[in-house]
T-cell receptor, first 109, second 113 residues
Framework: GQNIDQPTEMTATEGAIVQINCTYQ??????LFWYQQHAGEAPTFLSYNVLDGLEEKGRFSSFLSRSKGYSYLLLKELQMKDSASYLCATLDSNYQLIWGAGTKLIIKP | DGGITQSPKYLFRKEGQNVTLSCEQNLNHDAMYWYRQDPGQGLRLIYYSQIVNDFQKGDIAEGYSVSREKKESFPLTVTSAQKNPTAFYLCASHGPRVTGELFFGEGSRLTVL
């Protein structure tokens, strides 16, 4: 079967660093996405990884290990506006998106 | 500005009624999608369309119907056959690259009274 696992909820402090993990088991793999979704709003694109390694984009970085079926999203210098849900999704062999349930990130002052 | 517009943002329905959610995009995208989002669950695909006048069932199509008569428009009808329709519905599209990012509308929250 196809499965994506992420922690349900995480808490971090403003100014700190947090790592949100995502593990996946899918039939085929054509890349992994991270999206940010504020409560009651539409998801917005953060990153796409298809090759192993770390990709940095400002305060956000995304890492992929295809052999381990593992990715993480790293958020640095946390700000209150980073409080949101973070959705991990993979593209399977049919180029269909498989979504995780999302990780709700709570930032405390 | 290009984007996806969903309406209405909030909708209340009595049991037994059909309702139609609108999705319009001016991004010139061929591929459009409807997702359902419930608390604690990932996005679940209801229907998708890769081209005008063609659409495919997703994982949870029962109780829903769609049409794609124009490239810009992909309305979703929630029929009375959908037993648990209360949810947040998201419309999305993407450009020519299947690995490209999805652009989402603001969502429609449907509540059955």
């Amino acid at each position: 079967g196809q499965n994506i696992d992420q922690p349900t909820e995480m808490t971090a402090t403003e100014g700190a660093i947090v790592q949100i993990n995502c593990t996946y088991q899918t039939s085929g793999f054509n890349g992994l996405f991270w999206y940010q979704q504020h409560a009651g709003e539409a998801p917005t694109f953060l990153s796409y990884n298809v090759l192993d390694g770390l990709e940095e984009k400002g305060r956000f970085s995304s890492f992929l290990s295809r052999s381990k079926g593992y990715s993480y999203l790293l958020l640095k210098e946390l700000q209150m506006k980073d409080s949101a849900s973070y959705l991990c999704a993979t593209l399977d062999s049919n180029y269909q998106l498989i979504w995780g349930a999302g990780t709700k990130l709570i930032i405390k002052p | 500005d290009g984007g996806i517009t969903q309406s209405p943002k909030y909708l209340f329905r009595k049991e037994g009624q059909n309702v139609t959610l609108s999705c319009e995009q001016n991004l010139n995208h061929d591929a459009m999608y409807w997702y359902r989002q419930d608390p604690g669950q990932g996005l679940r695909l209801i229907y998708y369309s890769q081209i005008v006048n063609d659409f495919q069932k997703g994982d949870i199509a029962e109780g829903y119907s769609v049409s794609r008569e124009k490239k810009e428009s992909f309305p979703l009808t929630v029929t009375s056959a959908q037993k648990n329709p209360t949810a947040f519905y998201l419309c999305a599209s993407h450009g020519p690259r299947v690995t490209g990012e999805l652009f989402f509308g603001e969502g429609s929250r449907l509540t059955v009274l």
